[in-house]
């Protein structure tokens, strides 16, 4: 049986696209492949755009949730497009991507704040950055998630085989339902804030005892 990487509940085969076999959560109705190739992927599609676009609007988001003077990280960071940017704005920002050879380390903790913007859809079952990421932050610290949803393409009547997220050939392995990333979120020790949009997630580090 085939058990969803969020929930682990029963899920089925539900659509083949280049080749890439994606099955759906029964009860969450997170997709997902398993594991991709991700290693030419560093920065994803449009990275310029994207970040010169939305960076402005990711720090007023950042300094609502977190002070000025907090640490932060980007993971999944890219080229360090935002990281550049936020140290432009004085903020003590680092960078961390498996696949950049300038940013494959990461020689700090006791983070505020967290980002994966455009990140979490290349991860697989166990998602043990997700792990690693948690042991990185100070208790009570924000993960900020970027990422598109099972439920964007439903409200939009966009069939899931034609969803633009839903592409192998760029190492999408996970799109999330909602409900799928709070149960996961949830495993990993991080509780849901209001959630920012549909594509922009918010949780919080659970205090330990
Ligand atoms: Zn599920």
Redesign the pocket.
């Known amino acids: 049986m085939i058990k969803?990487?969020?929930?682990?509940?029963k899920?089925d085969e539900r659509l083949v696209k280049k080749d890439v076999k994606y099955y759906q959560?029964?009860?969450?109705?997170?997709l997902f492949s398993g594991e991709l190739p991700n290693d030419n992927m560093v920065g994803g599609g449009f990275e310029i755009e994207r970040n010169t676009q939305q960076n402005e609007d990711r720090l007023k988001r950042f300094l609502d949730l977190v002070s000025r003077d907090s640490k932060f990280l980007d993971y999944g960071c890219g080229h360090g497009m935002l990281v550049d940017y936020l140290k432009t704005k004085k903020i003590n920002a680092f960078g961390y991507d498996r696949y950049n050879p300038d940013y494959n380390f990461i020689a700090e903790h006791e983070f505020n704040l967290v980002s994966m913007v455009e990140v979490i859809e290349h991860l697989s079952h166990p998602f043990s950055e997700l792990d690693q990421i948690n042991i990185l932050m100070k208790s009570g610290g924000i993960l900020y998630i970027e990422t598109s949803f099972v439920d964007v393409a439903k409200e939009e009547n966009i069939p899931l085989q034609d969803f633009f997220y839903v592409e192998p050939s760029v190492g999408h392995s996970t799109i999330f339902?909602h409900?799928?990333l709070d149960?996961l979120m949830a495993k990993k020790g991080f509780t849901p804030l209001n959630h920012i949009n549909r594509n922009v997630r918010l949780y919080k580090k659970a205090t330990s005892n």
């Open positions: 969803c990487p969020a929930c682990n509940s899920s959560c029964g009860y969450c109705g997170t339902s409900k799928g149960i």
